[in-house]
C-alpha cells in the first residue's frame, strides 16, 4: 500500500479527483454542486494538488450513495491508482451513514492508498489527530438525517389525518396543486390511466398493458394496485379528490388479478433452487428460482420468441406458452442429463487428466474480465461517464496481464477424475438437498434461451477433473488422446447443449 499523507503538507504534488452529492436530482440541478466545486478548487490551489480532471457525481441519498454506480467507479478508479486524494466539499455531502463512512475509508480508499480531503472542515482522513473529528461530523451527519426523516413522517401523519391526502410524490395521474399543495387529479394523463384500466379488466398482462399504453412496467403494476385510483387512501378511508376510474372496474381490475397471481398472500414456502448460474443468453440478465419455475422478469425478445408451441390446438390455434419462466424442473432434468453424458464420457478423459499439462493463462479470469468490460460498456452507454470507464478498463488490463501469465496446473489421479465424473449423476438423483452444491462445483455460468438452447461454462474445478472433455467426448466432438479446441453439443429433449471445452496446449504424458 502507498503510504498514506499524515499532515496537509503532505498533499503538495498529489493528484486530486473530485466527489460530489446531492440527495435528489432536483438539488443537483441547484446551486449546491458549484459551492462544492468551489471549496474543492480552493482546497487545489492552497493545498498544490495536481487536478486531474476526474470527477464523480451522484444524486442519492447519503444512507444509500455507498451502493451506487459513482461510488462503484470511483472505487474502481481508486484500486487502479488514477489518484491520491479524494477531495469532498462538505462532510454530510460524503455520506450521512457512519458505518459506511468508516467502512470505505479503511477498507477500500486507505488500502488503495488515497486519502480523503474534507474541504469545509479541512480534514484529512489519514491523519489521525483528525479521526475523532470525522467521526463526529459522520455522526452529526447521520444523526440529522435520521431526525429529518422522522419530522418528515411526522408530518405526512399530520397531513393524513386532517387533509386525506397521502402525501409524497403524486403517482402517475395525479399532480400537486400549486396552491393547496394536495393531490390533485392530471387531466392529461387522465384518458391513459382509463385506458390502462380497461386493458387490464380485459385480462390482459401488465407488460402488455405497458406496451399499449407506452408506460414503464413498474408504473403499470403500481397504478393497477393502488386504491388510490378508486378515490380511497390505503388505509381504506375516501381520499379528498374523485376517483380516476369507476370504482366496479378498479375492483373488477383486482379480482383479475386475484385469479392470476402465483400466490395466495401468504408467504412462499422457500426451497432451493440448484441453477444460481442461469443467463439469458440474448441479454445476460439472471433467471431468477421463484414458486417451483425460474424466471426472467424482464423478458428480451429472443427470449420471449424462443417459447415452446404445443402440438395441442385451441380453436384452430397453437396455446403458446408466455414464454417468460419454466417450471424449475424442466431446466433441472437437462442438468442432469449433462452430467449423465458426462458420466458417459468419463473413461474417454482418463488419459487427459492424468497428464502432466504444459503452462497456461488463467482462462476463467480471462472470461470473467471480458464479462467484466461488457458490463462496463453498458453502464457507459447508461451514464456516459468516460473517466469512470476508463478507470475501470485500466484497471481490468492490469488484471488482464497477470491473468495471461503462464501456470502449470498441477497433474491429477485419473482415477479420481473418473470416480467424480461418474459418481455426479448419482449424487444429484439421491440427494436432492444437494444439487446446488453439485451445480455451483460443476457449472460457472448457464445461459439459455427458453428452452431451445443452453451454452455452459465450466468452473475450474470442473475443468480440472476433465468434465468438459468428458461431456464433448460423450458428444463425439473428439476420441481418446486429442486435443482439440471447440466445443461439445448435444441435442437433449430436443434442443442444443453446449459446453465449452477450453483450448489446451498439447500435453506430455507422466512417466
Same mark, same amino acid.
Given at each position: 500500500?502507498?503510504?498514506?499523507?499524515?499532515?496537509?503538507?503532505?498533499?503538495?504534488?498529489?493528484?486530486?479527483?473530485?466527489?460530489?452529492?446531492?440527495?435528489?436530482?432536483?438539488?443537483?440541478?441547484?446551486?449546491?454542486?458549484?459551492?462544492?466545486?468551489?471549496?474543492?478548487?480552493?482546497?487545489?490551489?492552497?493545498?498544490?494538488?495536481?487536478?486531474?480532471?476526474?470527477?464523480?457525481?451522484?444524486?442519492?441519498?447519503?444512507?444509500?450513495?455507498?451502493?451506487?454506480?459513482?461510488?462503484?467507479?470511483?472505487?474502481?478508479?481508486?484500486?487502479?491508482?488514477?489518484?491520491?486524494?479524494?477531495?469532498?466539499?462538505?462532510?454530510?455531502?460524503?455520506?450521512?451513514?457512519?458505518?459506511?463512512?468508516?467502512?470505505?475509508?479503511?477498507?477500500?480508499?486507505?488500502?488503495?492508498?488515497?486519502?480523503?480531503?474534507?474541504?469545509?472542515?479541512?480534514?484529512?482522513?489519514?491523519?489521525?489527530? /483528525? &479521526?475523532?473529528? $470525522? %467521526? @463526529?461530523?459522520?455522526?452529526?451527519?447521520?444523526?440529522?438525517?435520521?431526525?429529518? *426523516? =422522522? +419530522?418528515? #413522517?411526522?408530518?405526512?401523519?399530520?397531513?393524513?389525518?386532517?387533509?386525506?391526502?397521502?402525501?409524497?410524490?403524486?403517482?402517475?395521474?395525479?399532480?400537486?396543486?400549486?396552491?393547496?399543495?394536495?393531490?390533485?387529479?392530471?387531466?392529461?394523463?387522465?384518458?391513459?390511466?382509463?385506458?390502462?384500466?380497461?386493458?387490464?379488466?380485459?385480462?390482459?398482462?401488465?407488460?402488455?398493458?405497458?406496451?399499449?399504453?407506452?408506460?414503464?412496467?413498474?408504473?403499470?403494476?403500481?397504478?393497477?394496485?393502488?386504491?388510490?385510483?378508486?378515490?380511497?387512501?390505503?388505509?381504506?378511508?375516501?381520499? /379528498? &379528490?374523485?376517483? $380516476? %376510474? @369507476?370504482?366496479?372496474?378498479?375492483?373488477?381490475?383486482?379480482?383479475?388479478?386475484? *385469479? =392470476? +397471481?402465483? #400466490?395466495?398472500?401468504?408467504?412462499?414456502?422457500?426451497?432451493?433452487?440448484?441453477?444460481?448460474?442461469?443467463?439469458?443468453?440474448?441479454?445476460?440478465?439472471?433467471?431468477?428460482?421463484?414458486?417451483?419455475?425460474?424466471?426472467?422478469?424482464?423478458?428480451?425478445?429472443?427470449?420471449?420468441?424462443?417459447?415452446?408451441?404445443?402440438?395441442?390446438?385451441?380453436?384452430?390455434?397453437?396455446?403458446?406458452?408466455?414464454?417468460?419462466?419454466?417450471?424449475?424442473?424442466?431446466?433441472?432434468?437437462?442438468?442432469?442429463?449433462?452430467?449423465?453424458?458426462?458420466?458417459?464420457?468419463?473413461?474417454?478423459?482418463?488419459?487427459?487428466?492424468?497428464?502432466?499439462?504444459?503452462?497456461?493463462?488463467?482462462?476463467?479470469?480471462?472470461?470473467?474480465?471480458? +464479462?467484466? #468490460?461488457?458490463?462496463?460498456?453498458?453502464?457507459?452507454?447508461?451514464?456516459?461517464?468516460?473517466?469512470?470507464?476508463?478507470?475501470?478498463?485500466?484497471?481490468?488490463?492490469?488484471?488482464?496481464?497477470?491473468?495471461?501469465?503462464?501456470?502449470?496446473?498441477?497433474?491429477?489421479?485419473?482415477?479420481?477424475?473418473?470416480?467424480?465424473?461418474?459418481?455426479?449423476?448419482?449424487?444429484?438423483?439421491?440427494?436432492?438437498?444437494?444439487?446446488?452444491?453439485?451445480?455451483?462445483?460443476?457449472?460457472?455460468?448457464?445461459?439459455?434461451?427458453?428452452?431451445?438452447?443452453?451454452?455452459?461454462?465450466?468452473?475450474?474445478?470442473?475443468?480440472?477433473?476433465?468434465?468438459?472433455?468428458?461431456?464433448?467426448?460423450?458428444?463425439?466432438?473428439?476420441?481418446?488422446?486429442? #486435443?482439440?479446441?471447440?466445443?461439445?453439443?448435444?441435442?437433449?429433449?430436443?434442443?442444443?447443449?453446449?459446453?465449452?471445452?477450453?483450448?489446451?496446449?498439447?500435453?506430455?504424458?507422466?512417466?
Amino acid at each position: 500500500m502507498t503510504r498514506l499523507p499524515a499532515t496537509a503538507d503532505d498533499l503538495r504534488g498529489l493528484r486530486a479527483a473530485r466527489w460530489i452529492r446531492e440527495s435528489t436530482s432536483g438539488q443537483y440541478d441547484r446551486f449546491g454542486p458549484a459551492s462544492q466545486r468551489e471549496l474543492q478548487d480552493a482546497a487545489i490551489r492552497r493545498l498544490g494538488l495536481v487536478d486531474t480532471g476526474l470527477e464523480w457525481e451522484a444524486a442519492q441519498s447519503g444512507r444509500t450513495v455507498h451502493a451506487s454506480a459513482s461510488m462503484r467507479a470511483m472505487l474502481a478508479a481508486a484500486a487502479a491508482g488514477a489518484f491520491d486524494v479524494l477531495l469532498v466539499g462538505y462532510v454530510a455531502r460524503w455520506q450521512r451513514n457512519l458505518r459506511r463512512v468508516l467502512e470505505l475509508l479503511e477498507d477500500q480508499l486507505h488500502p488503495a492508498g488515497v486519502a480523503v480531503w474534507f474541504a469545509d472542515e479541512e480534514i484529512l482522513s489519514s491523519n489521525e489527530r /483528525h &479521526w475523532d473529528q $470525522l %467521526v @463526529d461530523e459522520a455522526k452529526a451527519a447521520e444523526s440529522w438525517l435520521r431526525k429529518h *426523516r =422522522r +419530522r418528515v #413522517r411526522e408530518g405526512y401523519a399530520a397531513k393524513l389525518a386532517t387533509k386525506r391526502d397521502p402525501g409524497g410524490r403524486p403517482p402517475f395521474g395525479f399532480r400537486r396543486d400549486p396552491e393547496t399543495k394536495l393531490l390533485a387529479i392530471d387531466p392529461d394523463a387522465l384518458p391513459v390511466v382509463r385506458r390502462a384500466f380497461e386493458l387490464a379488466a380485459a385480462r390482459l398482462a401488465d407488460r402488455d398493458v405497458a406496451g399499449a399504453t407506452g408506460l414503464p412496467l413498474y408504473t403499470v403494476r403500481g397504478m393497477l394496485t393502488s386504491p388510490l385510483y378508486a378515490g380511497r387512501l390505503r388505509t381504506g378511508e375516501r381520499g /379528498h &379528490w374523485a376517483p $380516476l %376510474v @369507476d370504482v366496479k372496474l378498479w375492483e373488477q381490475v383486482q379480482a383479475v388479478r386475484d *385469479r =392470476r +397471481r402465483t #400466490r395466495d398472500g401468504q408467504p412462499a414456502k422457500r426451497r432451493p433452487y440448484a441453477l444460481t448460474q442461469l443467463h439469458c443468453a440474448s441479454c445476460g440478465r439472471h433467471l431468477i428460482g421463484d414458486t417451483g419455475r425460474y424466471r426472467h422478469l424482464d423478458p428480451c425478445a429472443d427470449f420471449l420468441a424462443a417459447r415452446r408451441v404445443p402440438r395441442a390446438r385451441v380453436r384452430g390455434q397453437h396455446r403458446a406458452t408466455p414464454g417468460h419462466s419454466y417450471r424449475a424442473a424442466e431446466y433441472e432434468e437437462i442438468a442432469l442429463d449433462v452430467l449423465e453424458r458426462v458420466s458417459l464420457g468419463a473413461e474417454a478423459i482418463a488419459d487427459v487428466v492424468a497428464s502432466t499439462r504444459e503452462p497456461e493463462p488463467d482462462r476463467l479470469a480471462l472470461a470473467r474480465i471480458d +464479462r467484466e #468490460r461488457e458490463a462496463a460498456l453498458a453502464r457507459y452507454r447508461h451514464d456516459r461517464d468516460a473517466r469512470a470507464l476508463e478507470a475501470i478498463m485500466a484497471a481490468l488490463d492490469e488484471q488482464e496481464a497477470t491473468a495471461r501469465e503462464l501456470s502449470a496446473p498441477p497433474a491429477m489421479d485419473a482415477g479420481e477424475a473418473v470416480d467424480f465424473l461418474r459418481n455426479l449423476p448419482k449424487l444429484w438423483i439421491e440427494a436432492p438437498g444437494s444439487r446446488r452444491a453439485i451445480a455451483e462445483s460443476a457449472f460457472e455460468r448457464i445461459e439459455v434461451l427458453g428452452m431451445r438452447s443452453m451454452r455452459i461454462e465450466p468452473t475450474a474445478t470442473a475443468i480440472h477433473h476433465g468434465l468438459a472433455e468428458a461431456f464433448a467426448s460423450a458428444a463425439g466432438g473428439y476420441g481418446r488422446g486429442e #486435443r482439440r479446441q471447440g466445443s461439445g453439443i448435444h441435442v437433449i429433449r430436443g434442443w442444443r447443449v453446449t459446453m465449452d471445452v477450453p483450448p489446451r496446449p498439447r500435453s506430455r504424458a507422466v512417466g
